[in-house]
Every structure is written in C-alpha cells, then in structure tokens.
C-alpha cells in the first residue's frame, strides 16, 4: 500500500508491529502532570549568590491516549524543561509526573520502555557512522531485531527523502538532512509515547511540511499513539494538534482545542492594518483607545503592522481617525480571523516576539 | 530478571560496538596501526631514555624491570578508567547523545562500561607491543615457558574490573561537572601514578604518603602481574614481598570489591543528583 505525501508516493508503514502495551494504558491517561514545577538554581559565577529562575509552576495536563498534543509558547516558555521531565531526564522541584500511570521520578526505568524524543534544532549523532549505522544502533539499544530494524530503517528514510544517503557518514550530512535523521530515530522505534520538541526548528519550509504531514500519518495509522510536539510555530500546532496547551512563563495559560481557543474571540473583531511608520504618540494613544482591547505593533521594512483585537468593529473609527489626525497613511487593511497568535496575545498581553524577548532579555 | 539481563547484555554489546566504531574509524587503517605501534613505543622509550641517563645504561638491574613493566601495564589505567568516564563527556558534549541514551530502555552503568571495551582493546595491544619490544630491544628478560600463565590471567582479569568500576565512579563525578571536566580522568590516572609503585616502589615515598599507596588496589595489581611475568623483581624491593602470591590476590580481590561498590553507589548518586541539576544534557559550548 502506498500513500501520497507531498509530491512522492511511499510506502505504508501500517506493517510496523506495534510495541506491546501495557495494561490499562488505553484507560490511564497517556501523561498526566500534577501541579508540576521546576526551579532551576543559577549562578553567574563563584562570587555570586545562586538566583532561581521558575520555568514551570503548577503545571496541570492530561493528554489521553491517542492525542496528538501540543505545548505552544515562545523560547524560554518552560516546554522543553516539561518534555525533560516526561522524559525522566530531570527532576521536577515539585508536584508529579506519571507516563501511563508510571512516575517518571520513582519508575524511569518502565516509563523508558513506553517513550521516545527527539530535539529540533540540533546535529546529535555519531559523525563517524553511516545513517543506516546510527540508526540501527538505536534500534539495538531499544531491541529491535536487526532485519525488522534494518526494514524499517529503509521505509522511514524514503519517506523522509533521505533514502539516497542511507550510507552517508552522519557528519557528511547538512544540518538539516542530520535532523531528519534524527526524526527518524524518534520514529523507528514506534513508542506508544513520542516527544517531538521543536521538530521542525531550523527545516525549510518543503521538508517542514513533509515533517508534519508525517507526523499527522503516524498518528492516523494507529489510534493508540500519543505524541506530545512542542512548538513556538502557530501554524505547526493549528494545523497538526488535536489539543493545544498555550504556555509561558512556565504557566499554561489555556488549554483546548485549536478551534475552541480561536473561538473565544470570534465575537471580537480583528484587524491587520499597514500603515506608515507612527510615532511613539500615536502609538500610545492607539494602545489607550477605549475599543482596543490588545495591539500589537511590528516593524517592517519602511512601513509598520498594527495587530489590533477590538472589542466591536465600530471601534476602528476610533483606530482610522487618531492615524488621519497623526498623518500617518493607511497602506492595507485587513479584517481576519482568529489565529493561535491571536489567542496568545489576547491570553498574555503582548505577542509571542515580544514574550520571548521578555523570557529571554539577553537575545 | 530475565528482561533485566537482556537489558544489561544489549546496554554492554552495542556500548562496545559503538566505542570500537568511534575508537578504530577515526582515521584510516594504516595510520590507525602506526599510530598503535608509535604512540606506546613512544611513551616506553621517554622512561628509557630517562632511566638510561640517570643509571648510566644499567639495563641489567632489576630496577629497570621493575619500572619498564609497571609502565607497560599503567597504561590499562589510562586506557580503561579514563575510557569509562570520557564516554559521558564524548555523548554529552562532543555527540550531544547522551540524553538519547538515558531516554533509551538500557542500563546507563553498563552502557559506560561498554564504553571502555575498546579502551581496553586498544590498551592490551599497547601493553603487548611495549612487552614485546622490552623483550627484543631492551632485555627485559620474560621466559614464557616461567610465566605463572593462571596467576597473571586471575590478576589482569581482576584489575581491568577494578579499573572500570574505578572509571565508573570517575563517570559519576563526571556526569556532575560542566566545565573542564575532561582534564579529570588524566588528572586522577597521573595522581595514581604516584601512589601504586608504578615506576618506584612505595617505600621511596615518605611514610605519611605511603597509607595511601597501600589502600589502592593499582599497587597489589602491578605487584602480581610483576611476579606472574618475572618473579626475580618482585623479590628485589621489600615493600611487598612478605606477602604470598595467594595473599596480594585475596588484598587485590577485597579491595576491588570495595573500589566496585563504591563505584556503583556514587555513580546512583551523581545520576540522581545529574536530574536534580539538569546536568544530563548540559553542554559547554566549547
């Protein structure tokens, strides 16, 4: 059986024998996280005392069986330090953790037998062997018989295009193609739980795209998967997530469908103006007007976008009249739907640039 | 117990497939061969050299022996212990892997110690070729049919344990430490070399630094591969010699007993206090 993916036909990967599953894990939620927290303790150098720096509080999710869930927030939102701690490479500061029942502090050794990762954005692997080499010797690591190893290892590098360089040393690889590798090396295992984090970071927009409609593939083909993706791409976590947990600041902030979140400001009026750059002033009283309820404002070249949500469309009079009265020109606008950036801004106050810049001061 | 056995089997078989992938292919055959035969011979003929300087050339002491075949057998420290711990800084900061490794259903301790499979490889064809090259060149008089063959496999066996589970304490420390961290193994296999009459015997250092000489299994280990090859050297210094064969090998046992232990318990500690840190996959950026 073949299926259709972006513009190739590849084999079905539905002949992949799936791992044994515990008992009762299609009735125990998947993951489950109870006011789960994390403090990491920093200190600059010798002579300074150690600050904390909070990148989880309380954090709250069950993700059932079979969902494909999705963390979206900005760099420094605290989702990679939760997938470490699912993943049982670190230790919550408080609260619990459990994979399919199992804690992940107090049974890691059992949670390992259920899960698997892969991190976006980085070249891990061993320079010095082939793909097919790094990939197999995973595969060993987690028990897969060599011929079922080597098999799968052949369809899941065609799908990912990379099937040419099966016998490529791994450092001989772009930083992407390495990346796909490593993709590949999340999947070949076929856990019942997958940690993507950022998994598309730093592809092109093709091998993005073929990325998440993979991503979506797996998932379809085999109703007991659970895949946990964290992502700072709204249109990643739109498109694929079943359920979305909206995090910052090491807080989730919502969580809910993409459709129901996005539906909450339905009744609100949304508009993309272009106009000509405004002065601080203006800005100011465009952020004060009585019908803005969030604006955002982002430089382009020579010109300025004002992301605005008000409260009823007859508030953009208000809007049209403090930019006449200013002189600045009106070059395009636009009345939209709701999008996940618009929910973050209407949930955190200021747009997910402007959060990660204010995680993050020193980038 | 039978899933944790082949758990601890496939953790240990492919840690050596990979340590002798990474040890063997990272140059091509030939230079991998000159550089096994050049990189031991070198290190032998500095002592050489130096020990000829300072003797006046009096190859046909026993000293001389003494100190060539400690060497030799020294470098399984640097090979094994050091192979062990430096696995975590190569997946860690070189392969940025290691947190796959923890991720994966294996046993992280056996993993290391698989690690230095090929250290060990690679040492034993250093340790040889020095042999073999003291015999031909230098006079280092081994009779091979004299060899007490069970005694000196029993301590090489016994040793090489101790020196990975040594490694694997180091490992622990390691999984600990950010910054500098691979000056360590070097730092601790140089400061044994004070310490396990390797080159002299302990009775040269000061009585206050001898304790420490005695509590380490390295000495009793060097002493029995000595007496195995070339009985004569050992009965030609003091420090040891009112102990039988039978008594080193009890002492050498016990304390590498003791070595393991506490190798096993402080690698469980670093690692849990390496997730308590955040320290698994922390990197330098080096």
Known sequence: MFLEIGNGRYPSLSTLPIHAIIPNMTTLPAIQTENLGRIYRIRGSKKEAARELVALRDVNLTVQPGELFGLLGPNGAGKTTLIKILTTLLSPSNGRALIAGLDVTQQPGQVRQLINMVSGGETSGYGLLTVRENLWMFAQFYGIPSAEANRRIRELLEIVGLSERINTKSSDLSTGLRQKMNIVRGFLTDPDILFLDEPTLGLDVGASRDVRQFIRRWMDEQPTRTLLLTTHYMVEADELCDRVAIINQGRVLACDTPANLKRNLQRDAIFRLEVSPPDEATVAALATLSGMRHFVRRD??????????????????????????????????????????????????????????????AV | MNQNRTIYWRSFRMAAWLGWQIESNWTDPFLFAVYSFVKPLSGAAILVVMYSVITNGAFGSPVFPYIYLGNAFYQYVGAVMTGVSWAVIDDREHYKTLKYMYVAPISIPIYLLGRGVSRFITGSMSVIITILAGMWFLHVDI??????????????????????????????????????????????????????????????LPAWLRPIGYAMPLTYWLELLRRALIGSVADAFPTLSGYSSGQLLAILTALTLLFSAAGILVFRWCDYHAREQGMIDATTNY
């Open chain 1, 300 to 361: 382009e070249e020579g010109t300025a976008v004002l992301e605005m949500i008000l409260h009823e469309e007859a508030a953009l009079a208000q809007v049209i009249n403090t930019l006449t009265q200013s002189d600045i020109r009106i070059l395009n606008l636009q009345k939209r739907e709701p999008t996940l950036e618009d929910v973050f801004v209407d949930l955190v106050g200021h747009s997910m640039a402007e959060a990660e810049h204010e995680n993050n001061p």
């Open chain 2, 143 to 204: 009779d091979v049919t004299a060899v007490h063959w069970p005694l000196f496999f029993l301590s090489l066996f016994i040793g090489v344990v101790m020196l990975a589970m040594m490694g694997l304490l180091l490992a622990g420390v390691t999984l600990l430490m950010a910054r500098h961290v691979g000056f360590m193994g070097e730092a601790v296999a140089g400061a044994l070399y004070l310490f396990s009459g390797a080159i002299f015997p302990l009775d040269v």
